[in-house]
C-alpha cells in the first residue's frame, strides 16, 4: 500500500533563510510526487511534481523539490523564505493505477 | 478559466438530517475526486471518479456516505443521517487525465458543521 510521511509537524524558519519540509513515501514501482500548499481558509494549491526526468523539479513561487529514490524522499525547499510561505503543506503521492495518498501535512512558520 | 467550485461554502446542519454537497469541476476534466479534511489535519480520501468507469468508493467511511457525478461533470455528495463526527471540510478536486497532467486542481470545500 502507498503512505506518505511528513516527519515534522510543523517548522519554524526565519525570513530570508532556507527552508526544507520533508516527506517520506512508500510504494512499490515509480511514484508520482506531488506537493501542494493550503494558506488559511483557502483551498489547495498545486507548486509542483516529479512524473520522470530530472530529480530537481522546479514549481511556483521559487520553491523546488528532489527526488531521491534510494532514500525515498522529496524534500521541498526553498533558498529564502518569506513571511507570505506561512502555511500548510502536503505531499502526496499516486502510482499508476492507484489514487492519490496524502500526507498529514506540514505547518510552515516563517519568522519575520 | 473558472476553477473547481463548490456549494455551498458552509453548511450547519442538525445531527440526523441528510446534506448534498455540490461540486462543479473545471470544464473537460475527466477525473473528480472528494476528500475530507478535519480541522487542521491531513487528507481523507472518500471517492474518485474517472470518466465513465466505476468510481473507486473505497475511502468512503460508512455507508451514509454516496456520491454521483452526472454527466461526467457536476458531482453530489451524500451524507445520510449525519453524526458530529461528520463535521469537517469537504474538498473537491479535478485534473486532467487525459493531458497525462495528474496534479489536482481544488475547490475552496464545503465547511459542514452538525450540531
Known amino acids: 500500500a502507498q503512505s506518505v510521511a511528513q516527519p515534522e509537524d510543523q517548522v519554524n524558519v526565519a525570513e530570508g533563510n532556507p527552508l526544507t519540509v520533508k516527506c517520506t513515501y512508500s510504494v512499490s514501482g515509480n511514484p508520482y510526487l506531488f506537493w501542494y500548499v493550503q494558506y488559511p481558509n483557502r483551498g489547495l494549491q498545486f507548486l509542483l511534481k516529479y512524473i520522470t526526468g530530472d530529480n530537481l523539479v522546479k514549481g511556483s513561487y521559487g520553491f523546488e523539490a528532489e527526488f531521491n529514490k534510494s532514500q525515498t524522499s522529496f524534500h521541498l525547499k526553498k533558498p529564502s523564505a518569506l513571511v507570505s510561505d506561512s502555511a500548510l503543506y502536503f505531499c502526496?503521492?499516486?502510482?499508476?493505477?492507484?489514487?492519490?495518498?496524502f500526507g498529514p501535512g506540514t505547518r510552515l512558520s516563517v519568522l519575520p | 478559466g473558472a476553477g473547481v467550485s463548490q456549494s455551498p461554502s458552509n453548511k450547519v446542519t442538525e445531527k440526523g438530517k441528510d446534506v448534498e454537497l455540490r461540486c462543479d469541476p473545471i470544464?473537460?476534466?475527466?477525473?473528480l475526486y472528494w476528500y475530507r479534511q478535519s480541522l487542521g489535519q491531513g487528507l481523507e480520501f472518500l471517492i474518485y471518479?474517472?470518466?465513465?468507469?466505476?468510481?473507486?468508493k473505497s475511502g468512503l467511511p460508512s455507508d451514509r456516505f454516496s456520491a454521483e457525478r452526472t454527466g461526467g461533470s457536476v458531482s453530489t455528495l451524500t451524507i445520510q443521517r449525519t453524526q458530529q463526527e461528520d463535521s469537517a471540510v469537504y474538498l473537491c478536486?479535478?485534473?486532467?487525465?487525459?493531458?497525462?497532467?495528474?496534479?489536482?486542481?481544488f475547490g475552496p470545500g464545503t465547511r459542514l458543521t452538525v450540531t
Open positions: 478536486a479535478s485534473t486532467p487525465w487525459a493531458s497525462g497532467s495528474y496534479e489536482q486542481y
Open positions: 502526496a503521492v499516486r502510482h499508476y493505477g492507484q489514487n492519490f495518498v
Open positions: 471518479f474517472q470518466g465513465n468507469s466505476a468510481p473507486d
Open positions: 470544464s473537460g476534466h475527466t477525473a
